[in-house]
């Protein structure tokens, strides 16, 4: 595709904990990878800052060289701290490594350091690796509560020192995670974290369970950027209505922008994805039967079609096959996925779960579902993260699942309808901007899915049930949503424009 280069190109550095495909848990690091190749495409200089966790892959990263030796403030010392760079799927990444035990094991989060510091450390690491080597962006794009703290200490430090330049923009994707901090954590940073346990700063005010002694880096964040922005246009109503962070949002409601992600169009192509044994697209869907058989071939789950040279013939419609892929946390709706596994199994459908948790509970009760279901001809339980076999569900899949009880954004059902899955999801964030029922009479133009509101099993039973009797017994109709949600543009070309927009309004011109 042919994009449209932006007058004024600026430089823009993101400051981020995650960035896929290497360091990647959830939608975080889609998003920043995503938005950060629209705005290069549209013409502008990009970086993304990244800690150097142990755990990246360093076969994933290109031309890796080590650029910077200098040292970083923490907690009354001063840490030896290379900067890297290379080239991660054509981006610019400069990856921090402190010579301390910050960042190291084997998963992104979780190792045995402690995480709050670690991440207070790179955001003044990042600041000071701008200062030691002269860099002033345009625009520092911080990300959650882990970069939180990076605009306190640019207004009340760095830009004392040389960096005049840059404007701040901050991205929540989840007010959940809101980095508790105490002063004198903070304080480790090099600030004065006595100054900013003020309601107008960075204290954390809920009215239940308020403790002065207690800062929050989303809210110090929300009141130091330029610009805040969060992930959908419903997502944002939410948050000014809901959660204690409330009351901060609406005291800078005019700085605060919900922009809907895009999903990246590179990374997620059915029609070139590497991962599939089936190309696919709007125009020649064909492969998409392939993609299924071998899905259910390779998980042993009973199929319907059968192989002729390298078509599948699909005799009867009659199984349709769902999956979800999430981290299997409360916000996901687990007692409604749960649910769900016994609603398919009834109904005569096929659901695979790939779903990754870190919380020993959740792990011990969805073990205990795959034992139960695992040795059947209709449900898989795959409890682990893989980004391989996500591109083979999404490809397989009729129908996508998202039961979330919020959602920002959520990336599956827009990833699931680029790879013509039909979305059947709870009407809550970015997924009520997203889908649109097929039974909604007053929306039949955007009409792309199924959707329910209550929080119990029989709402999601209601959706599920209209969306497996519509693939049964109206094959046609339902192989127009497919082709329709094939079609749809949800890529960042439609939403990055309003990212440059936001940029353009806080940059200084000088
Ligand atoms: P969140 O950011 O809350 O995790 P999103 O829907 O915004 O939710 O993004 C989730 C991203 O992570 C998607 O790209 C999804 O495919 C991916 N993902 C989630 N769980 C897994 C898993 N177990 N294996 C592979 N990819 C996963």
């Not at 190792?111 to 200062?131: D, H, I, K, V």
């Not at 994805?273 to 064909?286: G, S, V």
């Not at 990754?356 to 001809?377: C, I, M, W, Y």
């Not at 039961?403 to 059902?413: N, T």
Request: net charge negative; with cysteine.
């Amino acid at each position: 595709v042919d994009i449209k280069k932006d007058s004024n190109p600026m430089h823009i550095i993101h400051i981020t904990a995650e960035m896929a495909p290497i360091a990647k848990v959830g939608g975080l690091g889609d998003v920043v990878t995503g938005l950060a190749r629209a705005c290069l495409s549209r013409g502008h200089t990009v970086d993304i800052m990244l800690p150097f966790y142990e755990c990246i892959q360093k076969q994933q990263i290109k031309d890796l060289e080590l650029v910077t030796t200098y040292n970083s403030y923490h907690d009354g010392n001063w840490i030896p701290t290379n900067a890297y760079h290379g080239l991660v799927s054509g981006i610019s990444v400069i990856f921090i490594e402190p010579s301390n035990q910050f960042f190291k094991g084997q998963n992104l989060y979780g190792g045995s350091y402690n995480e709050l510091e670690a991440y207070l450390f790179f955001s003044r690491a990042s600041l000071e690796w701008m200062q030691v080597t002269g860099a002033q962006p345009d625009i520092i794009h911080v990300h959650e509560w882990q970069t939180g703290a990076l605009p306190l200490l640019y207004w009340d430090m760095y830009h004392y020192l040389s960096l005049k330049k840059p404007r701040l923009v901050l991205t929540i994707h989840n007010m959940e995670h809101y980095g508790e901090c105490t002063k004198e954590q903070l304080s480790k940073s090099g600030l004065d974290g006595f100054t900013y346990a003020t309601i107008e700063k960075a204290v954390d005010d809920r009215t239940i369970g308020h403790n002065p002694e207690r800062l929050s880096l989303l809210k110090g964040g929300i009141v130091y950027s330029n610009a805040v922005v969060t992930v959908s246009p419903t997502y944002l109503k939410e948050t000014l209505c809901t959660g204690w962070l409330a009351s901060t949002l609406i005291r800078n409601r005019d700085k605060y922008f919900g922009i809907l992600n895009g999903i990246d169009t590179a990374m997620w192509n059915p029609a070139t994805d590497i991962f599939l044994p089936a190309k696919f697209n709007a125009q020649n869907p064909e492969g998409k039967k392939l993609c299924k058989y071998y899905v259910q071939r390779g998980l042993g789950l009973a199929s319907e079609g059968i192989l002729d040279g390298n078509h599948v013939l699909d005799m009867t419609h009659k199984v349709p096959l769902v999956v979800c892929i999430t981290r299997l946390v409360p916000q996901k709706g687990l007692h409604l996925i749960s649910h769900a596994i016994k609603r398919v199994e009834e109904l005569g459908a096929q659901m695979v779960i790939l779903g990754k948790t870190s919380d020993g509970r959740v792990e011990r009760e969805f073990e205990g579902l795959a034992k139960l279901h695992n040795q059947g001809p209709s449900i898989r339980i795959l409890l682990m993260f893989s980004e391989e076999l996500s591109h083979m569900l999404y490809a397989a899949a009729d129908i996508v699942l998202v039961p979330s009880m919020y959602e920002p954004c959520g990336l599956a059902q827009m990833i699931g309808m680029r790879y013509g899955a039909v979305p059947v999801v709870r009407k809550t964030g970015g997924l009520a901007d997203t889908v649109f029922d097929m039974d909604d009479q007053s929306n039949h133009e955007m009409a792309n899915g199924f959707v329910f509101e209550g929080i119990d099993g029989g709402s999601l039973d209601s959706a599920l049930n209209r969306a497996l009797a519509h693939y049964r017994q109206k094959p046609d109709e339902w192989n127009g949503i497919v082709q329709k949600v094939l079609e749809l543009d949800n890529s960042w070309n439609n939403t990055a424009g309003k990212y440059i927009e936001v940029y353009n309004s806080v940059r200084v011109r000088l």
